[in-house]
T-cell receptor
Framework: AQKITQTQPGMFVQEKEAVTLDCTYD???????LFWYKQPSSGEMIFLIY??????QNATEGRYSLNFQKARKSANLVISASQLGDSAMYFC?????????????FGGGTRLMVKP | NAGVTQTPKFRVLKTGQSMTLLCAQD?????MYWYRQDPGMGLRLIHY???????AKGEVPDGYNVSRLKKQNFLLGLESAAPSQTSVYFC???????????FGDGTRLSIL
């Protein structure tokens, strides 16, 4: 089974509107972390936000917030007030606690396109 | 403000040739990783290292070797390149469990 699933291959959003990018995960480890990365067309991987499995509150970083629903095993990224520069690929990734090297497992990504 | 530096940025090889990709980080990170990203897909882990002198296999290690002789450097080798290894390769490093991985800008490798 896929450990990280991103069901939206591509999405459009109007500039200045909010958008939610979906991510579901599968793990039996009680200790894990969830990460979101942005990959613009230039290719680099940019860290956006992190949520730990024991964190009581949803993570927020500026215009980015993470809608963490532990029982549903979902960690959706919410981008508020979309900007043209938000157009990029977005990857959800998970680190499992029993993972010796603390490796990340990535989802297949969602391409977000912001319309002016 | 270097962070994670990958060299080269682009390379074209012929089938059967060998080459080494270099990853250097100046953040004194213990953990280093090599990933590959195929078109339209997420990153897949090739090999990783939890410290100087250590290496371990990731999800897709076949056809690759790695070495971590110095803490700041993590080398990825292709002994006999194959067209299936055409990909973008990313190196990453991390300090501890709760910190994100910092990525290099990637190496675009084409094998003809």
């Amino acid at each position: 089974a896929q450990k990280i699933t991103q069901t939206q291959p591509g999405m459009f959003v109007q500039e200045k509107e909010a958008v939610t990018l979906d991510c579901t995960y599968d793990t039996s480890d009680p200790s894990y972390g969830l990460f979101w990365y942005k990959q613009p067309s230039s290719g680099e991987m940019i860290f956006l936000i992190y949520q730990g499995s024991y964190d009581q509150q949803n993570a927020t970083e500026g215009r980015y917030s993470l809608n963490f629903q532990k029982a549903r095993k979902s960690a959706n990224l919410v981008i508020s007030a979309s900007q043209l520069g938000d157009s990029a690929m977005y990857f959800c990734a998970m680190r499992e606690g029993n993972n010796a090297g603390n490796m990340l497992t990535f989802g297949g990504g969602t391409r977000l396109m912001v319309k002016p | 403000n270097a962070g994670v530096t990958q060299t080269p940025k682009f390379r074209v090889l012929k089938t059967g040739q060998s080459m080494t990709l270099l990853c250097a980080q100046d953040m004194n990170h213990e953990y280093m990783y090599w990933y590959r990203q195929d078109p339209g897909m997420g990153l897949r882990l090739i090999h990783y290292s939890v410290g100087e002198g250590t290496t371990a296999k990731g999800e897709v290690p076949d056809g690759y070797n790695v070495s971590r002789l110095k803490k700041q450097n993590f080398l990825l080798g292709l002994e006999s390149a194959a067209p299936s290894q055409t990909s973008v390769y990313f190196c990453a490093s991390r300090t501890d469990t709760y910190q994100p991985q910092h990525f290099g800008d990637g190496t675009r490798l084409s094998i003809l």
